[in-house]
């Protein structure tokens, strides 16, 4: 938390989005690919960011020769020992009271203590949630944090987010509107857009549909759109995810994380699809020879590993989580994203933003009969005028 | 329902699959293309099936010249006047109140006077649900009914089905039970396959994952499927959903018509920007051209209208609800597996394990304490000796 401008990431006007030097703390013994992976991860990301340096965390004995085989590691990083690595069937709760001599715990600890400003990992998403939340805690306003994701789209930046993936299973309204503001707060800050487009995930766009914590939350989120910065699109459906209608799109985290999964693996389905197609005949091979440079470059447009990296939003520190079976070019995006983050400094503004929120969803919960008829305005943050913003 | 044997759809073996006449009843004002498309795909389904003939319901002055400019529908239609229309806007229960004099209504009302043997229509999904358990009942042992759809899979038989996909926006671990046998047998009926593979949607496959609800109906679910005719492979999540790890994927209508759209979403959006990438280049569009018949037949395979409808299980009738957008081949193909599904006779077989699976069911909450350690085994369905079932 270096500031609390929301500057876009990688705007070289903003303070933040120089050169500085930033640490970043990486578990390296999480993801499906092992250690192996995750060490070419870094030593890409070094090699490609000079201010970038990173605390690598695990066993010793297994990391050492992995990074003197990547010479771009050399000065750029530290190894920290740790002993035991969470797998992916530690349940979160066996981890958050036996899991202290784990390469995660130790990652995440270095954050708490200043040594690094983010932390990235590729393991077991609920320890890693539960083990964030324990040591860096919620931050004031957050009943239940955050995973967002990024989505390609037809929006105007290519990309929309989504949260929550996968933090947790359910949601009520005041947990939907302080997504909203996370949300937004980290699209404006990722993509230099002053004004994100909030919709709420529902099975219609008709006010009368959906459950009721869903239909609280659409009076809350479009009674805080003015202070918190987004305009509220309404309800959108899964079809509007990657449309050009909607940048961040509000949800549970159960639905969340199907959709998310949906469309992975629907993707996969289509590309493997293509594929087979255009093996099919003689024709259709020298076809996609010739067209192999605009089949490439859809490819990249759409591959995974370019958005690699949930972010947990809702905690007091920036933790990355990698998807479980990143390849070295998935770990080095993470990272990368993850130091973005860390720079941008739109921790402070989020907030501030989150306590004025969750003041006006518990007034409005208050105010009992007449909520949905009278949406509750919230005051204007205080902070707004003191730092002269004028977005 | 004219046999309760689980005949495959479409094996001329079967007593029920040959060209015995049937006829759908159609509403013919619903959907967003407007009657138009409606009629054309009447015309289709007739040219294309000698036994199935149909009515048109809907308002006589716009209907009569339409299907006068079909040749096919001579002989082969009976148009069923009706004034009013039920709208995309209107509230189910609106038009439960109000709708009698609508061509939806009318539609159903034949199904249920015994004068055609199955329903379509394009309109609101809601109200088409509504006016359908009021007119047709619920079946015994279904607390809510459900809509089940196909989708292109990895699978054996090139699908995969998803139930619920919008009927209802929740669903507790009974209901869950009654999607799996319900699910199971319209896919063994859709098919042939014996043993259909039911996967429960969820954030995870570990055990300890996902809501209670869920919990409970992954233990009542295992517990019936010998009595089910089903395998159960536990826990799935969206990725699975068009994998070959399973054929029936039970969910709630709240997450089921979420993964649904998101997977349309998605598959358009590949489709759209694979379509971008083959204008970028003149190399580009020439491979485009020459691999045209692969990149047509791939369009074919995933194409939404080939798999047009969602059938409503769970209610005495068979009702399919035909995309809003759907043309002439999409409506064509709907009418033609409504004229399936009622030949095909599952109805009763279905009926007969939904009874039984609603009694452990219950017995399974009475059970307390030990229910998840020893998950209730429900009695020999009467049913199985006395129709000599070899399966």
């Given at each position: 938390m270096t500031t609390d401008q929301d500057t876009p990431l990688g705007d070289p006007s903003g303070q933040s989005a120089g050169q500085e030097q930033v640490v970043i703390s990486v578990d390296a013994m999480g993801g499906d690919r092992g250690p192996e992976a995750v060490v070419?991860?870094?030593?890409?990301?070094?090699?490609?960011n000079a201010h970038i340096s990173l605390l690598i965390h695990g066993d010793e004995a297994i990391l050492k020769p992995l990074i003197a085989r990547q010479p771009a590691l050399a000065g750029r990083c530290t190894l920290v020992h740790a002993d035991g690595v969470v797998t992916m069937d530690d349940k979160p709760s066996h981890v958050m009271r036996h899991g202290k001599a784990t390469s995660m715990w130790s990652a995440i600890s270095a954050l708490?203590?200043?040594?690094?400003?983010?932390?990235?990992?590729?393991?077991?998403?609920?320890?890693?949630?539960?083990?964030?939340?324990?040591?860096?805690?919620?931050?004031?306003?957050?009943?239940?944090?955050?995973i967002a994701c990024l989505w390609p789209s037809r929006g105007p930046h290519g990309f929309s987010t989504m949260l929550d993936v996968g933090a947790d299973i359910k949601a009520e309204a005041e947990d939907l509107l302080a997504y909203a503001i996370m949300g937004a707060t980290y699209f404006r800050n990722g993509f230099g857009d002053a004004l994100p487009r909030v919709g709420l995930l529902n099975v219609g766009?008709?006010?009368?549909?959906?459950?009721?914590?869903?239909?609280?939350?659409?009076?809350?989120?479009?009674?805080?759109?003015?202070?918190?910065?987004y305009t509220y699109v309404g309800f959108v459906e899964g079809s509007d995810i990657p449309s050009a209608r909607v940048d961040v799109i509000v949800t549970d985290g159960?639905?969340?994380?199907?959709?998310?999964?949906?469309?992975?693996?629907?993707?996969?389905?289509?590309?493997?699809?293509?594929?087979?197609?255009?093996?099919?005949?003689?024709?259709?091979?020298?076809?996609?020879?010739?067209?192999?440079?605009?089949?490439?470059?859809l490819s990249a447009r759409i591959d995974p590993r370019r958005v690699n990296g949930g972010v947990f939003l809702g905690l007091n520190g920036t933790v990355v989580k990698s998807h479980g079976s990143a390849d070295a070019m998935g770990v080095a995006a993470a990272i990368a994203l993850a130091a973005k983050l860390a720079q941008s400094g739109y921790h402070g503004r989020m907030a501030e933003r989150l306590v004025?929120?969750?003041?006006?969803?518990?007034?409005?919960?208050?105010?009992?009969?007449?909520?949905?008829?009278?949406?509750?305005?919230?005051?204007?943050?205080?902070?707004?005028?003191?730092?002269g913003e004028t977005e």
């Amino acid at each position: 938390m270096t500031t609390d401008q929301d500057t876009p990431l990688g705007d070289p006007s903003g303070q933040s989005a120089g050169q500085e030097q930033v640490v970043i703390s990486v578990d390296a013994m999480g993801g499906d690919r092992g250690p192996e992976a995750v060490v070419a991860g870094c030593a890409r990301t070094v090699s490609e960011n000079a201010h970038i340096s990173l605390l690598i965390h695990g066993d010793e004995a297994i990391l050492k020769p992995l990074i003197a085989r990547q010479p771009a590691l050399a000065g750029r990083c530290t190894l920290v020992h740790a002993d035991g690595v969470v797998t992916m069937d530690d349940k979160p709760s066996h981890v958050m009271r036996h899991g202290k001599a784990t390469s995660m715990w130790s990652a995440i600890s270095a954050l708490k203590s200043g040594t690094a400003q983010a932390v990235v990992s590729c393991g077991n998403t609920g320890a890693l949630m539960a083990v964030s939340m324990l040591q860096l805690r919620r931050m004031k306003g957050v009943n239940r944090p955050a995973i967002a994701c990024l989505w390609p789209s037809r929006g105007p930046h290519g990309f929309s987010t989504m949260l929550d993936v996968g933090a947790d299973i359910k949601a009520e309204a005041e947990d939907l509107l302080a997504y909203a503001i996370m949300g937004a707060t980290y699209f404006r800050n990722g993509f230099g857009d002053a004004l994100p487009r909030v919709g709420l995930l529902n099975v219609g766009t008709e006010d009368h549909k959906g459950r009721a914590e869903i239909k609280a939350a659409h009076e809350l989120i479009a009674a805080n759109q003015d202070f918190g910065r987004y305009t509220y699109v309404g309800f959108v459906e899964g079809s509007d995810i990657p449309s050009a209608r909607v940048d961040v799109i509000v949800t549970d985290g159960f639905t969340g994380n199907i959709a998310l999964k949906t469309g992975e693996g629907t993707a996969r389905l289509v590309g493997d699809m293509l594929r087979e197609s255009f093996k099919s005949s003689f024709l259709a091979m020298l076809g996609a020879g010739l067209a192999s440079g605009a089949l490439k470059r859809l490819s990249a447009r759409i591959d995974p590993r370019r958005v690699n990296g949930g972010v947990f939003l809702g905690l007091n520190g920036t933790v990355v989580k990698s998807h479980g079976s990143a390849d070295a070019m998935g770990v080095a995006a993470a990272i990368a994203l993850a130091a973005k983050l860390a720079q941008s400094g739109y921790h402070g503004r989020m907030a501030e933003r989150l306590v004025i929120a969750a003041k006006a969803a518990q007034d409005a919960a208050q105010d009992a009969s007449p909520a949905s008829a009278h949406p509750t305005t919230p005051q204007t943050p205080p902070g707004a005028a003191q730092n002269g913003e004028t977005e």
